[in-house]
């Protein structure tokens, strides 16, 4: 299984970035995906989750700014940053909770950095 991250940038503070994550590989179910970020010196933090059935998620920084999604039979998930601030300057991962043919894990994608101006 492979997650390919994509979207981000430098961006002015108030502005806006789209991140999207694809999901490729021999997949049986999505349960969950889910947007994290690490910002330089710190842990990474879970931004935003969506599960198979819709139900979503949000970290205390972020709601009302950022929206989580999914398409392409829900094997790609989009994460829509409005309102952005300096604080949201970090190095953005996409993740999976996914079940094969053989097991049930979970998956990273590579990292994509957002910068954000201020």
């Known amino acids: 299984v492979q997650l390919q991250a994509s979207g981000g940038g430098l961006v002015q503070a108030g502005g806006s970035l789209r991140l999207s994550c694809a999901a490729s590989g021999s997949i049986r179910s999505i349960n969950s995906m889910a947007w994290h970020r690490q910002a330089p010196g710190k842990e990474r933090d879970e931004v935003a989750r969506?599960?198979?059935?819709?139900?979503?998620n949000y970290a205390d920084s972020v709601k009302g700014r950022f929206t989580i999604s999914t398409d392409n039979a829900k094997r790609t998930v989009h994460l829509q940053m409005n309102d952005l601030e300096a604080e949201d300057t970090a190095v953005y991962y996409c993740?999976?909770?996914?079940?094969?043919?053989?097991?049930?894990?979970?998956?990273w994608g590579q990292g994509t950095l957002v910068t954000v101006s201020s």
């Open positions: 993740s999976a909770d996914v079940t094969t043919r053989v097991s049930r894990r979970g998956f």
């Open positions: 969506i599960t198979e059935g819709g139900a979503v």
